[in-house]
């Protein structure tokens, strides 16, 4: 990273280059991170899901063993 005084020794042109690079980067960052959360709540989903199922399972067996 470049210093604020290194910055302002650049011409108009090159600090816009500088920051435009700098942008750049932080939207790949966020691009990346939200991509991470997204399989990350598609696991919790799932997972979720999975677990509903189970108990929705057990709570028919046992409804289904009080009535025999």
Known sequence: MASLSTI??????EQMQYYREKRKAA?????S???RATGLVSVQLSQSQGM?????KIASQRSM???A
């Open 65 to 67: 063993n009080k009535t």
């Open 52 to 56: 509903g199922n189970l108990v929705a």
């Open 33 to 35: 991170q939200s991509s």
């Open 8 to 13: 302002s020794q650049m011409s108009r042109y």
């Open 27 to 31: 939207y790949e960052a966020v691009q």
